[in-house]
């Protein structure tokens, strides 16, 4: 049952999971982390209040959010192709795993930042500290335990998510568990997949969860 | 040219769709060197006070003039950099707790541009100044509470700054710690020549350091003067609560109410004779002590006593130019009611 060729599939499975996960999580940081910094920065009581960037940005968060992960994929077919020049794949399923994660990544950053205790951001304007400074030295610093727990659960999320694509063809140990559980019932073969992603799953909350404990300065 | 100059300050909120009035019409000098008290209840706007001095609280009206520079004339880049010269310390310390503590003293410096060998020297000096260079790796929340004023201390003063501003510094601490922390300020202005306003609603810390002090009460300026002159002879009701340390004014119990209360403060010099025993040998009339205190003010021991005194206004009248050819500071507190 489990021949060389299995197992060689279950590793390219595993493979690939990895890469849709990392890959549409640091993607979706690469928009969410800024995004986030301009809602809280923006917000009512922020550095710099701006009603309608905030209004626009908030908006268009909660309505990618308000989709469920499986339309947007099916949503987003023609903007990926014509961004990889296909739709199914690994490449292809980080499109919109991206699209979902940017705005939930940007929702955790401002939260995060929102921690931050106001009268320290007070002191630091007291010094003569500019805004970017205020946001890259104090608010981003400040955070960083909630920022890496926000990482933690994101990249969480993402694995979880990158499986779900394995029903329209995205591959990785989704798209296994789909092809073999499901359409040709072959259930160990899913079960492996399944306790696959259970041990990744673990491997990055354990990893996250001592990170965060790790950099926390506030309470030892 | 005092050193800052506040001029006919008015700072208005806007809270759930009616104004109101923190500052109204503020108008004070600091001079330089000075360590300057403001007084109030909390809600009076003293905290509005001390954050429009450096601009943290744009004013609505009015002017504030750091060294003859009108700040409201600078661009925010020449704020940024006049920040510099103007040092905070904080009721809640507002250390970054994801800093040791030398860093934190360095990050004035660091967002200023100095280089961060020189920041750290710069750091060093001034956990030597507050006295905690051995906690230089430490973490705010392995710090006591006047541990961490002491590293914001350092942090405020990292820039050399010529101006200290304390909103409520020691209220959170405990006494003795706030006279430690007190002493520290005292020794920085005489030793720097920095100039420090200090906000507090306790009476003490004003006594204790101060050589000039302001009331404010309800955003209005309503007494100013040396702290000598306000403690002796105090002539707001605000200025009697807050040195008598009551929530409400001098208002002795009911059955006392008959009696003309006066207060008395003794100086130095005057604290040999005994003149209660004396008044009462003399006058040949009950005085009934309703309280008494002893205090610091400003380095000089000073007494004071609440008298009161027998009904018939002819022995009041004599009492009293009694004890004030005595040399002694005397206010009517209450009259017959």
């Known amino acids: 049952m489990f021949d060389q060729k299995v197992i060689g599939m ?7 999971t990895l890469y849709m996960t990392l890959a549409s999580t640091l993607l979706g940081y690469a928009i969410g982390l800024p995004l ?12 710099a209040p701006n009603k309608i960037i905030y209004r626009v940005l908030d908006i268009f968060c909660n309505i990618i959010r308000s989709i469920p992960f499986l339309i947007l994929l099916i949503l987003l077919i023609p903007f990926t192709r014509a961004l ?34 106001a009268g320290v951001i007070e002191a630091a304007r007291a010094m003569g500290a500019s805004n970017m400074q205020i946001i890259f030295k104090v608010l981003l610093v400040e955070a960083k335990t909630s920022l ?73 | 040219m005092s050193e800052i100059e506040i001029k006919n300050l008015t700072k208005k909120f806007e809270a759930g769709g009616h104004t109101v009035v923190a500052l109204d019409d503020v108008n004070l000098n600091i001079e330089k060197g000075e360590i300057y008290g ?28 750091i060294d003859g520079t009108d700040l409201s004339k600078l661009s925010d880049k020449e704020l940024r950099i006049k920040r510099r010269d103007i040092g905070m310390i904080f009721q809640g310390f507002n250390l970054l707790e994801q800093k040791n503590v030398i860093d934190n003293v360095c990050f004035p410096l660091e967002i200023s541009g100095m280089k961060k060998k020189k920041a750290r020297e710069k750091a060093r000096e001034l956990l030597e100044t507050v006295n905690l260079s051995e906690k230089e790796k430490s973490y705010p929340s392995q710090l006591s509470g006047g541990q961490k004023q002491r590293v914001a201390i350092a942090r405020a003063l990292a820039t050399n700054p010529s101006i200290l501003l304390c909103d409520e510094a020691t209220s959170a601490l405990d006494p003795q710690t706030t006279a430690s922390i007190l002493s520290l300020l005292k020794e920085i202005n005489e030793k720097l020549n920095i100039t420090i306003v200090v906000i507090t609603h306790q009476m003490s810390v004003i006594t204790d350091i101060c050589t000039r ?89 000073k007494g004071e006593m609440l008298l009161g005194l027998p009904d018939d206004e002819q022995l009041q009248h004599d009492i009293i130019r009694y004890l004030k050819e005595r040399k002694l500071t005397v206010t009517e507190v209450r009259d017959n009611v």
């Open chain 1, 10 to 16: 279950l590793l390219e499975g595993i493979r690939d």
């Open chain 1, 36 to 47: 986030g910094i301009v809602l809280n920065v923006t917000k009512a009581g922020g550095l």
């Open chain 1, 84 to 117: 990889v020049g296909q739709s199914y794949g690994s490449t292809a399923t980080i499109v919109p795993l991206v699209v979902c994660a940017a705005p939930y990544i940007a929702r955790m950053v401002e939260s995060a930042l929102n921690e931050v205790d």
């Open chain 1, 148 to 220: 890496v727990t926000g990482a933690t659960i994101t990249t969480g999320v993402l694995l979880g998510y990158s499986a779900m694509s394995g029903t329209v063809g995205g591959g990785g140990l989704g798209d296994i568990a789909v092809r073999y559980g499901y359409y040709r019932w072959q259930t160990d073969i899913m079960i492996v997949t399944v306790i696959l992603l259970i041990v990744i799953f673990q491997i990055i909350q354990n990893l996250g969860t001592k990170v965060a404990i790790g950099i926390d300065h506030r309470k030892k």
């Open chain 2, 38 to 65: 403001i007084i109030g209840m909390s809600g009076a706007g003293k905290s509005t006070l001390v954050r429009s001095i450096n601009y943290l609280e744009v004013p609505n009206e009015g002017r504030v003039l």
């Open chain 2, 213 to 301: 002090v302001a009331i404010i009460e309800n955003g209005k300026l309503v007494e100013e003067g040396t702290v000598e002159e306000v403690f002796d002879s105090p002539k707001t009701d605000i200025a009697r609560e807050l040195i008598s340390n009551k929530k409400e004014s001098y208002s002795p119990i009911e059955s006392l109410k008959a009696e003309k209360v006066i207060r008395i403060v003794f100086s130095e010099n005057s604290a040999f004779e005994p003149v209660i025993s004396n008044v009462i040998l003399k006058f040949n009339a009950p005085v009934n002590i309703l309280g008494a205190d002893t205090r610091d003010v400003g380095g000089k021991a």
